[in-house]
């Protein structure tokens, strides 16, 4: 079976609000499960196309040092 978690996940969140995807993000990250990583994936994947180089390197540095 074949999940396009992509678009699955969009289509979970479409019509969403604020409060809702804030919740989302949040409630994924406080339970600790791993089969929450791709979901969380997707909407790094959907934020990291619509910003400007600046933003992203702003990311990247901030994830390298709290990596390191």
Known sequence: MNIDIRQAVK???NNSSFDDIKST???A???KEEKVLPGLG???EIYWKNIGEEEKNKIVTTITEKIS
């Open 11 to 13: 289509n979970n969140l």
């Open 25 to 27: 993000i949040v409630d």
């Open 29 to 31: 990250m406080n339970i």
């Open 42 to 44: 997707a909407l790094f």
